[in-house]
């Protein structure tokens, strides 16, 4: 059986167990236990009755699928985790077993990377607003920066202490800046110095961006729980468990707001009160951001991308690709733009998923991509920022980082600004590619 076959059969129950990692995985951060331990994949080895061997993240007691079951998971800061071998560890009784885990573990490892990799570093999508690039660093701050020089102007925190890794998208309105942690947090900082106005905590890992609409903010967590928290006191309006994990960014519209889980939920909820109005099966976790356009929301798990009627949670089409999608795709006039795993970017037709064309990339395509003008631009983890012709994918540039783009890219004012795991960010000019300026300087080596 090919491996991305296999991949692809082996993620779909909602109740699976795991080989699973935090989206930090290389080893460079804490662990979601809060220590500076270095090992990065958490696992837990049961035998299910049926038979068959499944790692799961967090209990025998979850029913699970006989057979190996893969899914990418971050577990919970109190889940039982495989990182040393003593009396907290998850694989208890004879050193017998403790080996047989071990040796799964490393059989498991080519599967993993087939997979698409274990997720690496803390990724943040920078906003610019009124000049200031705002995003979250390598080293777990949230950060502003002068769009047209890269001069630092406020961190958050200030001092040495961090927020874990970042992965959220930075909501920025004429007061705050509002962004979420891998700390459990949700926090919101003066947009003048980055101060902070208050912090809620979620229970669980940050790994969704706040989308702020009217006078509320709206975020998933790991704690399998949705927020809407009043965006001047952090305190919740409403909250609701929607069955597992929250890694894509939520889309809010009309008052509906449109939330994707890891346990293959796509979820209508009201705005104002967060009742349920529909909920659509995914064929896997979704952990890609979601997109809304003209009616109708995009959504992808696994390997494909599925185009729903926003208003009644109806399949209007989907589209497959052979290895997994997590970029939020974007839409403009009537073509959809997505990137997947395998390294390609394709353009389709928004209104019935068929392929219109497609570029390859040097490596995988996380990121989003972002089209502007008749350009298109999409980072690749083959470290390089791309800008191809949105018509028809011919390559106009490309411009090398020292590290993969996990990052979408925005491009403000004819200036691409793009976040690299090399620890920098960069601010490219959009037309010829040519380096601007990056932050930190490369004279203050890589890490911010």
């Known amino acids: 059986m090919e491996s991305d076959e296999l991949c692809r059969r082996?993620?779909?129950?909602?109740?699976?167990a795991a080989l699973t990692s935090s989206p930090h995985s290389n080893g460079s951060g804490p662990d979601p236990s809060g220590d500076s331990h270095s090992t990065s994949v958490f696992l837990s080895f049961v035998v299910p009755p049926a038979g068959g061997m499944v790692f799961d993240t967090e209990t025998a007691t979850r029913p699970v699928r006989s057979g190996p079951v893969f899914a990418f998971r971050p577990p919970r800061p109190e889940a039982t985790l495989i990182r040393k071998w003593g009396p907290q560890s998850a694989v208890t009784g004879n050193l017998g077993r403790?080996?047989?885990?071990?040796?799964?573990?490393?059989l498991m490892v080519p599967l993993v990377v087939a997979c698409g990799g274990?997720?690496?570093?803390?990724w943040s999508?920078?906003?610019?607003?009124d000049g200031v690039v705002y995003y979250g660093s390598a080293d777990g701050h949230a950060m502003a920066l002068k769009a047209d020089s890269g001069t630092l102007l406020w961190k958050f925190p200030a001092d040495s202490k961090n927020l874990g890794f970042v992965y959220s998208t930075p909501a920025v309105t004429a007061e705050a800046v509002y962004i979420g942690a891998y700390d459990h947090k949700v926090y919101a900082l003066t947009i003048g110095n980055g101060s902070k106005k208050w912090e809620y905590d979620t229970g669980a890992e940050v790994i969704s961006s706040p989308v702020v609409s009217g006078d509320t903010v709206y975020i998933g967590s790991g704690s399998g729980e949705f927020f809407a928290l009043d965006m001047v006191t952090g305190?919740?309006?409403?909250?609701?468990?929607?069955?597992?994990?929250?890694?894509?960014?939520?889309?809010?519209s009309g008052g509906t707001v449109y939330v994707g889980t890891?346990?293959?939920?796509?979820?209508?909820?009201?705005?104002?009160?967060?009742s349920r109005l529909w909920e659509y099966t995914m064929p896997g976790a979704v952990g890609a951001p979601l997109a809304l356009d003209d009616g109708t929301l995009y959504a992808a798990a696994l390997g494909t991308l599925v185009a729903i009627d926003a208003r009644s949670g109806e399949k209007k089409w989907d589209f497959t690709t052979e290895k997994w999608i997590w970029s939020r795709p974007a839409v403009v006039g009537d073509t959809v733009y997505v990137g997947s795993l395998e390294g390609r970017v394709f353009a389709l037709d928004s209104k019935t998923g068929s392929r219109r064309w497609e570029v390859k990339a040097g490596n995988a395509v996380r990121a989003g991509p972002v089209v502007v003008g008749n350009v298109l631009y999409v980072g690749s983890q083959d470290f390089n920022l791309y800008a191809f012709d949105a018509s028809n994918g011919v390559k106009k540039w490309e411009f090398p980082t020292k590290g993969k783009i996990n990052a979408t890219p925005v491009v403000v004012g004819g200036v691409v600004y793009v976040n690299s795991l090399d620890g920098k960010l960069y601010a490219v000019d959009a037309t010829s590619g040519a380096e601007l300026w990056r932050y930190p300087p490369a004279n203050q080596g890589g890490q911010n």
């Not at 082996?10 to 699976?16: R, S, T």
């Not at 274990?118 to 803390?122: D, I, K």
């Open 118 to 122: 274990l997720p690496t570093g803390g």
């Open 235 to 252: 305190q919740p309006r409403w909250q609701v468990a929607v069955g597992d994990k929250v890694w894509a960014d939520p889309v809010v």
């Open 98 to 106: 403790r080996l047989a885990a071990l040796v799964l573990l490393v």
């Open 10 to 16: 082996n993620a779909v129950a909602p109740e699976a």
């Open 125 to 129: 999508s920078p906003t610019v607003v």
């Open 262 to 274: 890891m346990g293959h939920k796509v979820l209508a909820l009201d705005a104002g009160t967060g």
